[in-house]
């Protein structure tokens, strides 16, 4: 053993906090499907997708309501007093089910909240147009399967940006920049994800062993946006691809001041959401491990939560997700500190 392990071994008191491990402590598991956190300072907010809640977590676990009854709840940020929150609706009676209605709320600091229609914005100008999915090659026996950019809406990330808001939507496999006014604009489209055709996934989509090697272009699904250092943007893609738990998603980024569109890591099991402090990005992965950090493009596992679904950075360095049970139970929030978690009982409704 060297003698800088015997001094660690003796003298604990001088170890510095980044040497100690981060300890993960269990908050609530009066949540059903979070999928969305929001965080200031001590104060957390989450987006209960099963209970259509909006709450405020109170220093004993519970969750108090801030706003209730939201359809099809996800996406959630705040920005000083305004919040800003996505809510869709489902129509169950078709085969497959689909989302007739999508849109952001939000909420100024006296309470009022104003609807912003993307599902419509989505109907007169499909951004996505222009990308082709399936096997594109006309000479593939799976050629058939080729199309362009559906009409469809999603609304699944919020963050803010400036005195806007940006929306990541799964469905429109775009980003939108919205105003407080209820403009909306285009700023990114994510590209199309090409994946080669194996047995198993040819066998997946319905087709024959003549497609085994042929290129699938999937959808990209963006499923979470964050702003980082110099104001870039972040964003998760979780491709709609037969076998979600494989490891085709990504992270992106947009430079604000060129809009040039990179990407900065993949390899990621079902990303849902993302948060950025101390220039980290951690990624939620719902089929992963948990809660991953990309730093410098390389990416590490930070905290192991089968389930992981949410996750929000604070300045003060704790880290908070979210879970999902698949098997049908409660979900779960979560703190990943190395010292003393506070939260804020006050609620700014």
């Known amino acids: 053993m060297s003698t800088l392990s015997v001094l660690a071994l003796i003298t604990p008191a001088l170890a510095s906090a980044a040497d100690r491990t981060p300890v993960v402590k269990e908050w609530s598991t009066q949540l059903a499907a979070p999928f969305s956190l929001a965080v200031e300072g001590h104060r957390l907010l989450v987006a209960d997708g099963g209970t259509g809640i909006v709450g405020q977590l109170q220093p004993e676990g519970s969750i108090a309501p801030i706003v209730e009854g939201v359809p099809g709840l996800a996406g959630l940020a705040t920005r000083g007093s305004w919040m800003a929150y996505g809510s869709s609706v489902e129509d169950f009676a078709s085969e497959p089910p689909v989302i007739t209605e ?33 096997v594109t090659d006309p000479t593939s026996c799976a050629a058939g399967t080729a199309y362009t950019g559906l009409y469809d809406s999603h609304v699944y990330g919020v963050t803010a940006w400036h005195r806007d808001w940006l929306v990541a939507d799964a469905a429109s496999n775009a980003v939108y920049q919205v105003t407080d006014k209820g403009e909306v604009s285009t700023l990114a489209v994510l590209p199309p994800v090409a994946v080669t055709l194996t047995a198993e996934t040819a066998g997946m989509l319905g087709l024959g062993e003549c497609a085994i090697g042929d290129v699938y272009f999937a959808e990209p699904v963006p499923t979470g946006v964050a702003v980082g250092p110099g104001g870039a943007i972040y964003i998760t893609t979780l491709p709609g691809f037969p076998g979600e738990s494989a490891s085709l998603g990504a992270l992106w980024r947009i430079d604000s001041r060129t809009g040039a569109l990179s990407q900065v890591a993949s390899g990621f099991s079902g990303p849902t959401s993302l948060s950025i402090a101390a220039n980290r990005v951690y990624v939620a992965e719902l089929f992963g491990d948990g809660i991953s950090i990309v730093k410098d493009g390389q990416v590490s596992p930070f905290a192991a939560l089968p389930g992981a679904v949410g996750v929000a950075a604070s300045s003060n360095g704790t880290v908070w997700a979210s879970t999902l049970d698949f098997a049908g139970g409660p979900g779960k929030l979560v703190s990943i500190a190395k010292g003393e978690v506070k939260v804020q009982a006050h609620l700014r409704r």
Do not use: C, F
């Open 102 to 134: 999508s849109g952001l709320n939000i909420r100024d600091p006296r309470g009022g909240t104003r609807y912003v229609d993307l599902r419509a914005y989505e109907d007169a100008n499909n951004p996505d147009s222009g990308n082709a999915y399936g």
